[in-house]
Structure formats: C-alpha cells, structure tokens
C-alpha cells in the first residue's frame, strides 16, 4: 500500500502579486500529482469546498496523519499557510515546499525554508514539467530518510515533552459526541454483537470523526472481536488506517486471530517507518512469545530456544526505546524466568522495571498495567505479601477482561517453568487462579 501525500495548494486560477495568474489545477494535474506518484505515493488533495470556509475536522486529521504532505506557497494563500504551520507542529519531517519563480516574493518567515521552485508558462502553467515532476519526486523519496524538515522541531530544543498517551487510556480522553460515546460504552457491556449494530448505523467510516473510529476499533479489543478489528480498518479513512497506533493494534488484532506473520510484517513495517518504541516492541515481543510457546508445546526444543530469546530481545528493545514504559520491561524480565537455566541478565533488570513502575504510580493516575507490573515482579521475587497487595490493586483497576487474561498467562508460564526446575509456589497458584476467574477463564 503506498503512502499518502496530502497536497496543500489553492483552486482554480489566482492572481499573483507579479501580475500573472497562475493555474492551480494544471499545477496539481501536470507537476505535483504526477511527481508524487512517481515517489511511490498516493496524492491527496485538500477537498475544494473547504478553500472558502472553515477548516473542520477531517482536513486537521488528513494534515496530522498522512505520512507526507506538499504544499505549494506561491501567492501566499492564507489556508494554506495556516494549514502548513499546524503540519509543521505536528509532524516533525516529511513536508515539501514549493512555490513558482517569478510569481511573486515568499514571506519572510519562510523565505529561509528550503523550497524547490518550478516555472510556469506565459499561461500560467507549468513549464518544464518533465524535470520538475523528477525533482518533487527526488525530494518526496529523500524525506523518507530525513530526520525534521519542520522549523519548529528544528529550532525549539526538546519539543514536543509531551508523554505520548497510550492507547488503554486514549478511550477515556478522546473528546467527541457524548451520544456516540455512550452507545458504545453501553454495546461493550453487551458484546461484539452490539458493537456491529452501532457500527452499522455509523454510516461510512471513512467520513466519520477519528475519535468515534477509534473508540469502535478500541471496543472491539475489549470484547476481544479480533476479526471485527482487522476488518475495522479496511474500512477507516486512509490517513486514519495508516496511523502508528491503529497499526500497533492491527499487529494486536491480527496475532490474537492466529495471524502470527501477518502481525510481525505490519509491526516490522511501522517500526521501519517510524522507529523505535515501546508499544511497537511490546506488541512484537507478544508476537514472538506466543510462538514460542506453540513450538514449546509441540516439542520443538531448539527452535523454541530460538523464538524465546527473539521474544525477550523485542521486549528489551521496548523498553530500551522509553525506559518510563514498565511493559516491555516486566514481559522481558518474565521470559528470562522461563529459560533453562533463567537468564542472569533478569537480576539486573529487575531493579530498573521497579524503579520505572513506581515512578508511573507516583506520577498520578496508575492503570491496570502498572499494578500487574508489581504483581509480577512480586512472584519473580516470591514475596507473597507484596503480591497479595499489588493482586488487589490491579483487579480493582481492570478495565477489560483480557487484562487480566494476560497477566494470569504470563503467572502461569512462570510456575509451569519453576515446576520443570522443581520449585512449587501454592500461593502464586492462587493469585494465578484469581486473576483467571476475573477474566472468565478457568484455572489451570
């Protein structure tokens, strides 16, 4: 699927302060769209209608998703200079200017960019189209290695310090209708049954709000309609889809519904287009460590050796990526419990997880993950007092049933592992069986 490039640029003809007009459509039609279909993108420009009024939801969410946007200077078009400074806000790279020589001077405050000019013929067109597509074609290719192309992530030293939200609390802030909003909290309690009802009165998912979408796809994970998930984001607008977080939780969706290598592709995929991170890892690490564990049953032995220390490396890369986020640590920190013998880096790491969960508690407003960190780190130390405490806090903060489901998991391979070495823990069994009965599961 390529990426989208969002066109920034004025309609029809319009006067330039040189004297000429200058025809914004064979502009677009003859040089930008072409240039960008030769990068291996998809052009997508701003709808006409919105050049007259005011700008609304789906323009800001089309200026904030899409991986690259162009944006055509010439005439100082005042949309599109305040559309080009809430894209350089927000998206630190991948943004190309351009403006047409002899048609007037560019403001100061951009006049130091680096924008790459095209001429116009004595119509108003684009001459020399040919070299000109090649050169926007060239720029789009090379901003997909360039680190910041944006004024504001260039000059203002550490911005954006603003913790990225993670997606078990985005339902819980994202701001839109609160009719819509209460339906879906109600079809949750319902089930994945009254999720598709909702879904089907929302009309076409493409024109809806971003915030009505993702708390759809975001019910759908709490019901655990992995399938609904995956057929979810067919159906949302292309910027939308190809977000970092609906990705991350593709990858979810997709492994939960038996899709292992589907999963690991579109994971690999985001990590290649946006780096490092501890959510992407996170969700990888699960990847890997589920077919570790398939392999572990069938017998497999050496293979399972293999899968279980590409699990644990996803895992340390998460948390490596944002040392504040005690998820991937903690997943890390239990896979090396299960290897024969465990692995001695766990004893070092250990500390560090703690310090990092409890550093998020004391920060204010702790979530379920956060307690069942402690829970965790209390039977890797089998300290049966700390856990009982951590088990009560982190069952009085589940918000899906799946949490739960996860965490008894990762108890369970931590006692079947220490059962093979010989040690048998009764109460970690109990807390175990606790957590699963809170899920819906039987213990095990």
């Not at 677009?28 to 960008?36: D, F, V």
């Not at 998820?327 to 290897?339: C, D, H, K, S, W």
């Amino acid at each position: 699927m390529r990426p989208l490039c969002f066109v920034l640029m004025p309609f029809g003809r319009k006067p330039a302060s040189s004297g000429t007009s200058v025809d914004f459509d064979a502009v677009y039609g003859e040089l930008i769209a072409p240039g960008i279909e030769a990068a291996a993108m998809e052009p997508l420009r701003a709808d006409q209608e919105l050049t007259g009024g005011i700008i609304h939801k789906p323009m800001f969410e089309r200026l904030i998703l899409c991986e690259f946007a162009v944006a055509d200077l010439t005439t100082a078009n005042a949309n599109v200079f305040y559309e080009l400074g809430l894209r350089h806000a927000v998206r630190p790279a991948s943004t190309l200017l351009l403006f047409a020589e002899g048609a007037g001077q560019l403001p100061f405050d951009v006049a130091l960019l680096r924008a790459l000019p095209y001429r116009l013929d004595a119509d108003g067109r684009p001459a020399d189209t040919a070299q000109g597509r090649e050169a926007i074609a060239a720029r789009l290719r090379a901003a997909r290695e360039l680190a910041t192309d944006s004024p504001v992530y260039q000059l203002v030293d550490g911005f954006p310090d603003i913790q990225r939200l993670k997606t078990d609390v985005f339902r819980e802030q994202v701001k839109y209708r609160t009719e819509t909003k209460a339906r879906l909290a109600a079809a949750r309690k319902q089930g994945a049954g009254a999720l598709r009802a909702v879904e089907g009165s929302l009309g076409k998912l493409a024109d809806q709000e971003a915030g009505v979408v993702i708390d759809l796809y975001l019910s759908y994970r709490a019901v655990k309609g992995w399938k609904d998930m995956v057929a979810l984001v067919d159906k949302m607008s292309p910027p939308l889809a190809r977000s970092v977080m609906v990705q991350e939780q593709l990858g979810l969706a997709l492994n939960r519904d038996g899709r292992g290598e589907e999963a690991e592709q579109v994971l690999l995929g985001v990590l290649e287009k946006h780096g490092p991170s501890s959510e992407t890892y996170g969700i990888l690490g699960r990847v890997y460590k589920d077919r570790w564990e398939a392999v572990f049953k069938a017998g497999a032995s050496a293979l399972a050796v293999g899968l279980l220390d590409k699990a644990i490396g996803a895992y340390l890369k998460g948390f490596e990526a944002d040392w504040r986020d005690a998820y991937p640590g903690i997943n890390a920190v239990t896979l090396m419990e299960l290897r024969d013998p465990p692995d001695p880096r766990r004893q070092d790491l250990i500390p560090v997880v703690s310090y990092a969960v409890e550093r998020r508690i004391a920060a204010g407003k702790p979530d379920y993950w956060d307690f069942a960190t402690q829970l965790e780190l209390a039977v890797l130390g089998k300290q049966q007092a700390p856990a009982s405490s951590a088990l009560g806090r982190a069952l009085a903060a589940v918000r899906e049933k799946w949490e739960p489901e996860t965490t008894a998991r990762n108890l369970r391979l931590i006692r079947e592992a220490r059962e093979r070495r010989g040690e048998r823990i009764a109460w970690a069994i109990e807390v175990q069986h606790e957590l699963e009965s809170i899920s819906g599961r039987n213990g095990s």
